[in-house]
């Protein structure tokens, strides 16, 4: 099926009944030359992928699995900005939507209540100096019913249904997501713009000012979040009073 809406990004939307991920089909698409903008949305997916090989539950009926066609000026230094914009539009969109105070916790969970609601896989192909493309993969957990989950997944993660205690359209969702990121993604693509999508990403975070746990392959970090850098790395305190500064990995937020 093919629908559309009215800025760039979403003016064509191809929707599957299920694939194994968006992101695949969107990589595939925009190697044979998909333009900017080109969505690919399913109601299911038999193999989603998470951030760091993790899977991603895709049942059907329920909740938003959807890749956007991105083609940003960006250098390849510059790719965390692009999951940052993507975690900025749908905390905006989900806020609107839905009226729940959703946060980011960096680099790109989309939290409500300290829970997981959503996420975002940002994968690209790029030369050594420019981002050919990137496709930028966004699970929200729409209708599903918490019950559904497994314990320990139950204690990490949410859903709007759940949060609300009612069903939501994925269709409004979808449209807002699109629509803010139509806007949010222009500012990539120049100075001044970055600054602000730091500025709007720092805004909406729940991170900053935490005590936190990063872990990056075998190595773990404990320290005060201070700031994120232009590049959108993660600045940390550590207790030694030394700055480290972490481009991706798991972070947890510690009481206390
Ligand atoms: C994360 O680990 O937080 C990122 C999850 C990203 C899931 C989405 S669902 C649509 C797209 N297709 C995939 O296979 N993954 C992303």
């Known amino acids: 099926m093919k629908a559309g809406i009215e800025g760039d990004i979403g003016k064509e939307i191809l929707f599957y ?18 333009p900017e903008g080109l969505v690919v949305l ?8 998470g951030r760091l090989g993790r899977t991603w539950l895709s049942p059907p009926g329920v909740n938003i699995y959807m890749s956007i066609i991105l083609r940003p000026v960006l250098k390849p230094r510059d790719i965390t900005l692009i999951t940052l914009m993507a975690a900025i539009s749908c905390t905006i969109a989900l806020r609107r939507a839905t009226g729940l105070k959703a946060e980011i916790k960096w ?16 994968e ?14 966004i699970g929200i957990n729409v209708n ?33 997501i699109l629509d803010e990121t139509d806007r949010w993604r222009r500012f990539l693509n120049n100075e001044e ?12 975070t729940s991170t900053l000012g935490k005590k936190v746990m990063v872990i990056v392959g075998k190595e773990r ?6 700031s994120i850098d232009d590049m959108g790395m993660l600045i940390l305190r550590l207790s030694s009073g030394e700055l480290k500064k972490i481009s991706s990995g798991d972070l947890t937020i510690l009481r206390g």
Do not use: C, Y
Not at 221 to 226: H, I, N
């Open 144 to 176: 599903v019913d918490i019950s559904e989950f497994a314990d320990e997944v139950k204690e990490i993660a949410t859903s709007v249904k759940n949060e609300t205690g009612i069903p939501h359209s994925r269709t409004v969702l979808i449209r807002e």
């Open 221 to 226: 970090f404990t320290g005060l979040a201070e």
């Open 193 to 204: 713009g970055r600054k602000r999508l730091l500025s709007e990403w720092q805004h909406l």
């Open 107 to 122: 680099p790109n969970d989309l939290m409500v209540s300290n829970k997981k609601i959503g996420g975002i896989l940002t």
């Open 42 to 49: 399913a109601d299911s997916q038999q193999k989603g992928r």
């Open 124 to 137: 690209l192909k790029m030369s050594p100096e420019r981002i050919i493309f990137a496709v930028t993969g």
């Open 17 to 34: 009944n299920t694939v194994n991920s968006t992101n695949t089909i969107a990589a595939e698409l925009a190697e044979r030359g998909a």
